[in-house]
């Protein structure tokens, strides 16, 4: 067990917390008696305790405690809660990784009173260990702690390390919010299929299919995605007639708004949870944060 002995308590118990236990359980990296989660819920508690063998709390201070890493796992706006609840109860040697949308290491150091922060952004193909995700930390997260950070954030699947805290909103925007554009795609061609005349399970599995192995082909061919669609794009032929049409309606620059607005959401998110902790500098007066 790489992570033997370590004890990690998940505060929030949603859909990628509970991804991120499966990964951990499955790839035998903690046992279950090593793993805690939170949640408002009791129902959602005893589930998660009875499926994976794991200890639920209601209590995030409880949990937290014994933790060596601390994973943030909560909507962005019950965040401030828990940070309240948190702050200044966790030790200096323990590790907070977050996975909260737009919640920066800055916000998340002032509003726990504590120095040792990794900022993730993973996505939803995590929860069958395909996902990726982008992380970064503040200046005090030792070489262990990141090794620890990375081990974690490897039971979701792959692993991209940022030098700088921007690239973590840039991937929120990209792969955090890519699967929702690939499957807003999906869903369309399914649609186109039916029009065309075959049953929605028929166009389902077609399109499913389709997307699934031109992935694994791009990503064998090792070739530049231009290249891999112009050898399917014969002159005057199907792919190229098609092509025309989505050029036409300029899918390109309506795909590249979509980014920025989710990137500009991103940063929203972030300005709006430092706006609160200003809002309430009694709370956080003494310490100091880092970008």
Same mark, same amino acid.
């Given at each position: 067990?790489?992570?033997?002995? @370590?004890?990690?308590? =998940? ?26 989660? %939170? ?5 959602r ?14 209590? $995030? ?11 943030? *796992?909560? @909507? ?12 200044? @109860? ?32 993973? $996505? %939803? ?7 990726? *995700? ?18 974690v ?6 692993v ?22 690939? =499957? ?45 669609? $112009?050898?399917?794009? *014969?002159?005057?032929?199907t ?8 050029? @036409? ?16 959401r ?12 200003? *809002? ?8 100091s944060? %880092?970008?």
């Amino acid at each position: 067990m790489p992570l033997r002995g @370590k004890r990690i308590a =998940f505060i929030g118990g949603g859909t990628m917390a509970e991804a991120m236990i499966r990964g951990l359980l499955e790839r035998h990296l903690v046992p279950p008696s090593h793993v805690e989660v %939170t949640g408002p819920r009791r129902e959602r508690r005893a589930d998660l305790a009875k499926r994976f063998g794991v200890r639920a709390r209601a209590s $995030n201070a409880e949990a937290a405690r014994d933790a060596h890493v601390v994973v943030l *796992s909560v @909507k962005p706006q019950v965040l401030p809660a828990v940070m309240r609840e948190l702050h200044g @109860k966790l030790r200096a040697d323990q590790l907070v990784l977050s996975i909260v949308a737009g919640a920066t290491l800055r916000s998340l150091r002032l509003g726990l009173a504590h120095p040792a922060i990794v900022r993730s952004m993973p $996505n %939803t193909p995590a929860q069958i260990g395909m996902g990726v *995700s982008v992380w970064t930390s503040t200046p005090d997260v030792t070489a262990d702690q990141r090794e620890l950070a990375g081990l974690v954030l490897g039971a979701l699947g792959e692993v991209v390390h940022a030098e700088v805290e921007e690239d973590v909103d840039r991937a929120t925007a990209l792969s955090g919010t890519g699967p929702a554009y690939v =499957f807003l795609l999906m869903e369309a061609l399914v649609d186109a299929g039916v029009h065309l005349g075959f049953s929605r399970r028929v166009s389902e599995e077609l399109v499913l299919r389709t997307v699934e192995g031109s992935a694994a082909f791009a990503r064998a061919s090792g070739r530049h995605l231009a290249e891999l669609r $112009n050898q399917v794009t *014969s002159p005057g032929g199907t792919s190229a007639s098609a092509l025309y049409e989505l050029e @036409k309606g300029a899918l390109r620059t309506v795909l590249s708004r979509a980014v920025y607005a989710a990137y500009q959401r991103t940063r929203e998110l972030g300005a709006s949870a430092d706006q609160e902790l200003a *809002s309430k500098g009694s709370d956080t007066r003494g310490t100091s944060g %880092t970008s």
